[in-house]
């Protein structure tokens, strides 16, 4: 398989499995432990106490220590400092049974400007001990406390005891403000710094004497005097215990009294949340009816005294008094004249006139899904049950058009989603009274008008489900239709920078979204409810923890495993995820949703059988479900079972005729090499939406297939245009100009894609592979040393940098890599091909016919693989079976020039100089700039004595190669025994000029000079022939390679010199 067609097939084999999460993570549900007493305790059993609480917190360049601060159900919860973790690496917490657990980031302060502190989860059916805070005792000088961590390289935890000196007002920076006179060492950061009752009053983090000056700096960026600095020196220093409430302000374990005082003392906020925030307060609109409850809409343009609000169709589609409350609390009367329903699409403009100035939206009109990333997006409306409040949520918007329409549980709602107009997808918590309400940008653009939620089939208590909306650009044409002028919109047409890591960080920790704990009477669907958000935020762990509580009030409840098993799934547990579903199963059987959910879930699992029965069972449930049977063709190409899955497809095709399902019946007739009709189905697709980026790419690759290179490159043009940020576009497209030898073009590309996806093995074993082509060869090994690192299984990684050690000359190198190839994939024919071309440059020629022999088991109809083992058969003077194989080659492709070259070679051999001069005489017919043949024929020529006929082939094969030297060298023969024996001497220097690797060249020169008197000269020649290739020091050698007798007689001379005889003998 070429590597386009490799990547193109990665991609597609992850497009159409349902994404049954689209959403995310919150934060842990607080049990508490059993509690230590607040009274004082021996040394012994606080020793024991840190003991059970204290982990170690591995990560792959550091690590330090942590304390285990919680439980929920499985989860646990750790806290040590900041600089102990890196948000872009993996953790492992080692707990004191010396099990270890993976870890992940719930919350992160900053070690350098504010608070020192992390929080960490992990899952463990263990029973640990957790340490208690010190809610109620206050920390004071001269107290005696004891500090716990693991230095480094100890496997021995260290417990010391001392006392506080200091409890500085002013925070340093990292939030250190207890000195106390334990000594820490490196390692210990982030371990207990308990009281006498064993309660936790603060983090260790920073050592006494640090090396860098600027620690003992305050946080408001002033630093204390010299002689203060020093006596701050003297002293280790702790986080408080009540910093947490900053760094993490939803733990649920955070007492109310931290948490209402840091709310207290907290400035205005002013991240990029509150400014989406601000601009959806004073743009979202509340739109109540007499009959019907409220809705809510968004001023999108202003025309004189009228603003022009839109909202959603179903908000004001029935006849009904309707009131606009604007942002200031001001009523306008809506008349009915001034209302504007769109025919189909579910969206309106509502007109009202105000001589107050208010807020327009600005109007986002740019391909929603040109970026590659999922983007984060903002809901803002009126919900019914919060008296008028308004509400912002936050969310991911969904992969694509088509992941709201495969998710449709039945024909009928599918019909309905796309007459409404249903485009938009998203996770964020919808709930009645929002509908009509904008969906924000990260900039607090309008993108789309919310519109509804997708029915989730269990009950109307749960919130499961994705939002969905109308994009906005489809409302243009109702506002022609309500006499606004387009020119008053204000568009913008530039999509808006992706979120970076901090302020998506920043986004999920905002207090606007935090989910509400459960009250301790609330019923299993309160916490139901309560995992679902923190699933939206994709907060995970805590997620579980909330559905677990559900379940233990209701152990039947299936709903909640059907969602434990979503929130298993989103953390890639997917054997966790599939005990959920089944349980989910067991207690209600007909739930085709589970059924569906369980299948992707064994799909991950790469248990396809099981997969399939899975899927097959979601039909039986729901037979009107379209999706179901692309899910069951998915299943069935998992199972190589393609003509069964292509009509799995087919039938999905003829319920709905959908873009992507024409789109994956391409995937199906791609399997089965069926191009035309694989090209058919993507035309229909692209006809059917213009704007989906993979169609044009796997169009691009069946382009690619049928040699249609230019076709392929206006594809992915295209596909660039559609997605600009895609790195993917680029390195398909830098392939196929490689395929073109447009090399710096596919640079280029290659570096664009990388600067996208830094982290891709293949976008550098791409870029290796041009440089290659370039005979740049460090390039290209640096390269694919990085993909190698990146990703040590990929076996055309090693192929690669076999092949560029081939060309360095490093055939030891080349061996080592290409074993490894063989070894990662055994049955590539290609990985055995190229070590068989090894063994032939280490004149090991049985190990590469052993090589090529299993290339051609492997592939037999691959004409390369008799073409290379010809050669070897070549050397080995088996001149039958090179023969056999040639004559395999043109069988396979009979305009193979390079096999009737390399046969007419073989005719020589046999003396069959006929037959060798037709072979190259096709050669040169089929490839006219084949210099090898017009050699070859030049050979012949010059054996039978027709000097001036293989000097005219000679002198063509240069013409077409100016660096080939063989030709040169057998001219400058033709030209000695002329007795033009200065053209012979600049023939072979010429050829040694080009390649002074060569002995030939060099051993004829060296006699030439003999013969002129230039002895010295040519006694040093000679020696460094011989030293390349001793055979030159046979005349029998000389003879068979066209050495004329005169050339032949004074090499004798030069040969028996004295100097020459000596070197020999040693030889």
């Known amino acids: 398989m070429n590597r386009f067609n490799s990547l193109i097939i990665a991609i597609l084999s992850t497009c159409f499995l349902l994404p049954i999460t689209d959403v995310a993570t919150s934060q842990q549900v607080a049990n508490q432990p059993t509690s230590l007493l607040a009274s004082t305790l021996s040394p012994e059993k606080i020793r024991q106490l840190a003991q059970a609480v204290t982990v170690k917190v591995l990560s792959n360049h550091k690590g330090g220590s942590g304390v285990l601060i919680n439980k929920q ?141 600027e620690a003992y700096s305050y946080q408001d960026g002033t630093r204390p005097n010299a002689e203060q600095v020093q006596q701050l020196r003297q002293l280790s220093f702790a986080v408080p215990i ?205 993108i789309g008008i919310n519109t509804s939620i997708e029915p989730n089939g269990i009950g109307e208590k749960q919130e499961l489900g994705l939002g969905l909306g109308v994009p906005i650009n489809s409302i243009f044409g109702l506002l022609t239709k309500s006499g606004l002028k387009p020119e008053l919109l204000k568009v913008v047409t530039q999509a808006p920078p992706q979120l970076t890591e901090t302020e998506i960080n920043t986004l999920k920790n905002h207090p606007l979204f935090v989910a509400q704990k459960p009250s301790e009477n609330a019923t299993e669907y309160d916490w139901l409810n309560y995992g679902n958000q923190l699933w939206r935020l994709e907060k995970y762990p805590e997620s579980v923890a909330a559905l677990q509580q559900a379940i233990k009030l209701k152990p039947d409840f299936y709903e909640a495993y059907f ?86 497809v087919t039938k999905a095709i003829e319920m709905k005729p959908l873009f992507f399902f024409y789109y994956f019946r391409a995937v199906i007739r791609h399997d089965l090499k069926d191009y035309q009709g694989e090209l058919a189905d993507l035309n229909q697709a692209i006809k059917l939406q213009p704007a989906h980026t993979n169609s044009y790419l796997s169009r691009a690759n069946v382009y690619f297939q049928l040699k249609n290179y230019q076709a392929a490159l206006a594809d992915l043009n295209q596909a660039i245009k559609l997605q600009p940020d895609g790195a993917v576009n680029y390195k398909l497209r830098g392939i196929v100009y490689s395929e073109l ?62 092949n560029v050690h081939v060309h360095l000359k490093n055939y030891q190198a080349a061996l080592a890599d290409l074993n490894q190839a063989i070894k990662l994939q055994p049955d590539d024919a290609i990985n055995y091909s190229s070590r068989g071309n090894v063994y032939s440059q280490l004149k090991d020629y049985q190990a590469a016919l052993a090589d090529f022999n299993q290339a051609i088991k492997l592939q037999p109809d691959d004409a390369l693989y008799y073409l290379v083992r010809s050669v070897a058969y070549f050397k080995l003077k088996d001149y039958q079976g090179a023969l056999a194989d040639l004559n395999q080659v043109i069988k396979l492709q009979p305009d193979n020039a390079n096999a009737y070259f390399v046969r007419g070679d073989v005719y020589v051999q046999l003396k069959n100089n006929q037959a060798a001069l037709a072979d190259y005489n096709q050669a040169i017919k089929i490839q006219p700039d084949n210099a090898n043949a017009y050699f070859g024929r030049g050979v012949i020529y010059q054996k039978q004595g027709s000097d001036r006929a293989a000097l005219a082939e000679y002198n063509q094969a240069i013409a077409k190669d100016g660096k080939f030297v063989a030709p040169m060298i057998n001219i400058g023969y033709i030209k000695y025994e002329k007795g033009d024996v200065e053209g012979a001497i600049q023939q072979w220097k010429k050829a040694v ?37 001793k055979t030159w020091a046979d005349v029998e050698v000389l003879k068979q390679n066209l050495w004329g007798t005169h050339l032949v007689a004074e090499a004798q001379k030069l040969l028996s010199h004295p100097t020459i005889q000596a070197l020999q003998t040693k030889q």
């Open 73 to 213: 159900g499985t989860t646990y919860t750790v806290l040590t400092n900041a600089h102990v973790i890196s948000n872009k690496e993996s953790h492992r917490i080692q707990t004191p049974d010396g099990k270890i657990y993976t870890a992940t980031v719930i919350s992160q302060g900053d070690s350098l400007k504010s608070n020192d502190l992390a929080v960490l989860q992990f899952q463990a059916q263990e029973n640990y001990q957790i340490v208690a805070l010190a809610i109620t005792s206050k920390a004071s000088e001269n107290q005696s406390v004891f500090a716990a961590g693991f230095p480094e390289n100890s496997k021995e935890l260290v417990i010391n005891n001392g006392k506080i000196s200091l409890l500085s007002t002013q925070p340093l920076v990292g939030g250190y403000q207890i000195g106390y006179t334990n000594e820490i060492r490196q390692g210990m950061s982030g371990g207990a710094l308990l009281n006498q009752a064993g309660e936790l009053i603060g983090i260790n983090g920073l050592t006494n004497n640090a090396i860098l000056n």
């Open 242 to 446: 009540q910093t947490l409430a900053k760094v993490a302000p939803n733990l649920a374990i955070i007492p109310p009294q931290w948490r209402n005082q840091q709310q207290a003392t907290r400035p205005a906020s002013n991240t990029f949340v509150d400014k989406v925030d601000n601009i959806a307060q004073q743009i979202t609109v509340r739109i109540d009816s007499k009959n019907n409850g409220n809705g809510s809409g968004v001023i999108i343009a202003k025309q004189g005294d009228n603003y022009y609000v839109a909202t959603a169709l179903h908000v004001v589609k029935n006849p009904d008094n309707y009131e606009i409350i604007a942002p200031d609390g001001k009523q306008y009367v809506v008349q009915q004249s001034n209302i504007f329903k769109s025919e189909g699409l579910d969206a309106a403009v509502v007109k009202f006139t105000s001589n107050q100035t208010y807020t327009v939206a600005t109007i986002a009109k740019y391909n929603l899904y040109s970026s590659s990333k999922i983007p984060w997006i903002f809901l803002s409306g009126f919900p019914q049950e919060a008296a008028g409040k308004r509400k912002l949520t936050a969310g991911l918007r969904s992969y694509g058009r088509e992941t709201i329409f495969v998710r449709a549980e039945s024909l009928d709602y599918l019909n309905n989603v796309i007459d409404a107009g249903y485009e938009l997808g998203y996770t964020n918590l919808t709930q009645p009274g929002m509908s009509g309400g904008a969906v924000l940008n990260a900039i607090g653009q309008v």
């Open 563 to 648: 969602a434990l098993g979503l929130a298993e799934y989103a953390q890639e547990k997917y054997p966790q995820a599939l005990v959920a579903y089944e349980q989910a199963i067991e207690i209600n059987p007909d739930y085709d949703k589970v059924w569906l959910s369980k299948y992707s879930t064994l799909n991950e699992l790469q248990k396809y059988p099981e997969a399939l029965v899975a899927i097959d069972k979601a039909i039986e449930y729901n037979s009107s479900d379209v999706d179901l049977y692309l899910q069951r063709g998915i299943a069935l190409r998992n199972l190589k079972r393609y003509p069964e899955a292509l009509a799995a």
């Open 741 to 802: 030898k447009n090399y710096q073009a596919a640079l280029a590309d290659l570096n664009q894609a990388i600067k996208l996806q830094t982290d891709d093995a293949s976008n550098y074993i791409s870029r290796g592979d041009v440089y290659f082509h370039l005979k740049n060869y460090q390039a290209a090994l640096a390269d694919l040393n990085q993909a190698i690192k990146l990703q040590p299984d990929d076996a055309y990684a090693y192929f690669l940098r076999g």
């Open 993 to 1029: 000029q080009i390649n002074g690797s060569v002995a030939e060249p060099q051993m004829a020169l060296a006699v030439a000079l003999y013969a002129k008197g230039e002895q010295k000269k040519a006694l040093n020649m000679v020696q460094a022939a011989l030293r390349l290739d």
